[in-house]
């Protein structure tokens, strides 16, 4: 004889609240994993801006030597300094 021979059957309100009990359950772990998925999308968009900040800040440099360079010496020293 196995289990499910033996079990009563089930009153209409027990169903009822086990299958609420399942669904409670299922919405925490989904809730659960909804969190851990936006917290590593956070920790993947601050490390690609801690490892990216030297080039963006170069990249801001050169803008701004090349939008204040008056003559063409200027500009030559900008070219010398990014071949560095």
Do not use: C, H
């Not at 027990?14 to 925490?28: I, N, Q, S, V, Y």
């Amino acid at each position: 004889m196995s289990k499910e021979e033996n079990k009563a059957p089930l009153s209409p309100e027990e169903e009822t609240l086990m299958l609420a009990r399942k669904l409670w359950r299922a919405e925490k772990w989904r809730r659960f994993w909804a969190i851990l998925r936006y917290l590593v999308y956070i920790g993947i968009f601050l490390g690609v801006f801690y490892f990216l900040t030297p080039y963006i800040e170069k990249l801001i440099g050169i803008i701004q030597g090349i939008s204040s360079a008056q003559s063409p010496q200027d500009l030559e020293k900008i070219l010398e300094q990014l071949q560095k």
